[in-house]
Each structure stands twice: as C-alpha cells, then as structure tokens.
T-cell receptor, first 112, second 116 residues
C-alpha cells in the first residue's frame, strides 16, 4: 500500500540551528510528494511539493528533494526561527489522483 | 477567498448521540475532502467529493459515518451513535480538482469532537 514514515518528534532546536526532518515513503508507481505545516491554532497548509524524481521543492527557506533511489523526501532548513515552531507533515499522492496520504507528523519547537 | 470554514469548532457530546459537522469549501472548488486526525497522528482520509458526487467512501470508518454534499457546495459529515473512540479532530479540505495528483489542498481549522 501507500504510506509515509517520518521521524518521531518532538524536535527542539535553538534559533538559527540547521533542521532536518526525515521522511521516507512506500508507494505504487511514482507519487507526488508534499510537506504540509500546521502552525498552532491554524489549519494545515502546503509548505512545498515535488512531483517527479530529483525535483526540489522550496518555500520560506525550507527545501526537500524527491529522491527516488532512497524513496525519501527529507525536509531541511539552514537556519530555523522561533516562528517555524509547528507540526510538519510529509504526505504523498499516488498516481491516479487519489487523496493525500499523510505521515504522523513531527513537532518542531524552536527556542530563542 | 475566505478559506475553508468548518462549524462548529468544538463539539462535546454524550456517547450514543448523533453529531453533524459542516464544511464550507473555498467557492468554486470542485473537490471536498474529509479527514480525521487523532492525537499524535497524521490526518486519515475518510471520503471525498467531486462536486456533488461522492467518489470514495470505502474509507469511512464504519456505517455510522456518512457524508453529503447535496448541491456541490457545502458538505456535512454525520456520525450516528457516537462512541468514545470517535473523539478526534475532523478536518475538511477543498481543492480545484484540476491539478491532478499534485494539486494543493486547502484545509479548514477542523472540528474537535469529544465524546463523553
């Protein structure tokens, strides 16, 4: 089946630290890959996406590269800010336009 | 664009009661999705609509769950004879329906259900 596995949280970092949140997937065919973010008290919102192998999605200083050979889509940011504190969800849609499948989420706390 | 709106934000009910949640998608979005999220888990897909047609409902958790989108605009999710295990955040999302497998979903803030 289709599934997403992401690293357990919570992750606590100091401001300006480097962030990596690991995400690996299992899917039939070549899925599209996404990172969604949920800030406190808000709904989920799309952070970035990649639709084919070697694509790099980027937004707000965050990046993730679609790695077919390792079935991974790790999220990175070079210098986190307190405002990045949120829950981050890795997700995929398999080919065929079926709905998003989410990972369990990783809570990030950034302290000043 | 006022975003996806869900009502109520919170619902507390007693076991065995029926509850209904409403979702108003972004206007002109053809697709509407329902997800459930429990503590420490990612959103779990329940069902979705393309306009008024319900395209997938096999993932609804039991026959106590049903959803409608009668005019292709707002949608309702009903849970009959609620159980304590139904306590969760129920999320609604909408999309244009034209983006294929990489289209962006817009989520509401959810309805938090607590079954006592």
């Amino acid at each position: 089946g289709n599934s997403v596995t992401q690293m357990e949280g919570p992750v606590t970092l100091s401001e300006e630290a480097f962030l990596t949140i690991n995400c690996t997937y299992t899917a039939t065919g070549y899925p599209s890959l996404f990172w969604y973010v949920q800030y406190p008290g808000e709904g989920l919102q799309l952070l970035l996406k990649a639709t084919k192998a070697d694509d790099k999605g980027s937004n707000k200083g965050f990046e993730a590269t679609y790695r077919k050979e390792t079935t991974s889509f790790h999220l990175e940011k070079g210098s986190v800010q307190v405002s990045d504190s949120a829950v981050y969800f890795c997700a995929l849609t398999p080919p065929g336009n079926t709905p998003l499948v989410f990972g369990k989420g990783t809570r990030l706390s950034v302290i000043a | 664009d006022t975003g996806v709106s869900q009502d109520p934000r919170h619902k507390i009910t007693k076991r065995g009661q029926n509850v209904t949640f409403r979702c108003d998608p972004i206007s002109e979005h053809n697709r509407l999705y329902w997800y459930r999220q429990t503590l420490g888990q990612g959103p779990e897909f329940l069902t979705y609509f393309q306009n008024e047609a319900q395209l997938e409902k096999s993932r609804l958790l039991s026959d106590r769950f049903s959803a409608e989108r009668p005019k292709g605009s707002f949608s309702t999710l009903e849970i009959q004879r609620t159980e304590q295990g139904d306590s969760a955040m129920y999320l609604c999302a909408s999309s244009t329906g034209t983006g294929g497998s990489y289209e962006k979903l817009f989520f509401g803030s959810g309805t938090q259900l607590s079954v006592l």
